[in-house]
Nanobody, 118 residues
């Protein structure tokens, strides 16, 4: 079983920056993609950014130009660099890793709170 441990959340003022990290508990093979999602109170969980095994990235329109997703495959870690944060970015952020090895497996982190004050 793979566990994902997130870190880097916190309270920041609007315009500030945070860097989220998500580390897997062990080496993972056959990773299809890694990504970040978020869920604000009273709202559905939404995609923030993903990166494929071929390093193709995809961003929600609301974060394009402000957030950057990256990986360190040697450390089985995915990062989310968040700049120019806005109050509407306030949410619990979750990382996800998708593995395709015969079957498709999805692993989720426990979530980390990001709060942006105005």
């Amino acid at each position: 079983q793979v566990q994902l441990v997130e870190s880097g959340g916190g309270l920041v003022q609007a315009g500030g920056s945070l860097r989220l990290s998500c580390a897997a508990s062990r080496s993972i093979f056959s990773i299809n993609s890694m990504g970040w999602y978020r869920q604000a109170p009273g709202k559905q969980r939404e995609l923030v950014a993903t990166i494929s095994s071929g390093s193709r990235t995809n961003y929600a329109d609301s974060v394009k130009g402000r957030f950057t997703i990256s990986t360190d495959n040697a450390k089985n870690t995915v990062y989310l660099e968040m700049n120019s944060l806005k109050p509407e970015d306030t949410a619990v952020y979750y990382c996800k890793i998708v593995v395709v090895s015969g079957l498709l497996y999805e692993y989720w982190g426990q979530g980390t709170q990001v709060t942006v004050s105005s």
